[in-house]
C-alpha cells in the first residue's frame, strides 16, 4: 500500500443467603466434598445438576445462558491501551449512517463514506518501529498480530483499489491507497506522528526486533 500525502490533520447480582440446617452425617460429608472443590468446578456441576431437573425451559435457558458468561466474558475483555490505532475501510456511499460516516479524502480531495467499526485496532499491534519524518513529524511501522494479519491480507483482496483510512489517538493521520496484496502484517505510516504519540506506544507494544515483553 502507498501513503497519502501529509495529513491535515453489569450485571447486578442480588444474591440472598441460604440458610441451611444441619443435615444428616451422609449430607455433611457431601457438603464437606463440595467444599474442596474448585469454584469452577461447582458452578460447573451446579449448573449440569440444575440443568437435568425437570425444571421450566425458561430456567435452563437462564442457567445455560449463565454458564456462557461464565467462560466467555472473561477471555473477551480487551487490554486497556495507551495509544488508540484504528484503521476503517472505504465504504459503500449507499450504506446507511447506522453503518458508515463522510470524511473528507486527502488524495481525492472528496468526501468519502468510511465504515464506522475499525477493521483493525490497537487490539491488533504487537509491535512498532518509529522513524524521524523530513517535516519535524514522525513515521512508524506497525507490526499486527495473527487476527490483525489476516484482516489486513482480507481487506488487501477485497477491497484493491479502495482506501483505508487511518486514525491515531482521534485524529485522522493518513489514507492508504490499497494497490496490492499486503500479507506480511505490516501498516507503515510515512509522518504526521507527534512525540506524545510514541510516548504512548512505547506503553503499550515493543519495538520491532525487541523481544516479547
Known sequence: MQDAAQPTPSVRCCCRPSILTEGPADDREQHKEQNNVSPHERVKQQTLQILSNPLSIG?????????????VVPQGVAKKRHCMFR?????NPQDT???ATSVHAQLSGKDVAIEKIPR?????????????????????LFQLDEHGRIALDALS??????LLFVFINGRPITELAIDRRVSDGKIYIASGLTAADIDLMKK???LIGQKKR
Not at 430456567?59 to 467462560?71: P, S
Not at 483482496?157 to 479502495?162: A, D, F, Q
Open 59 to 71: 430456567m435452563k435457558t437462564l442457567w445455560a445462558f449463565a454458564l456462557c458468561l461464565f467462560f
Open 87 to 91: 484503521v476503517h475501510a472505504q465504504a
Open 97 to 99: 449512517a447506522a453503518f
Open 120 to 140: 483493525i485496532s490497537e487490539q491488533d499491534v504487537v509491535a512498532f518501529y518509529p522513524y524521524a519524518a523530513g517535516n519535524g513529524t514522525y513515521g512508524v
Open 157 to 162: 483482496i477485497e477491497r484493491r483499489g479502495s
Open 204 to 206: 503499550d507494544w515493543r
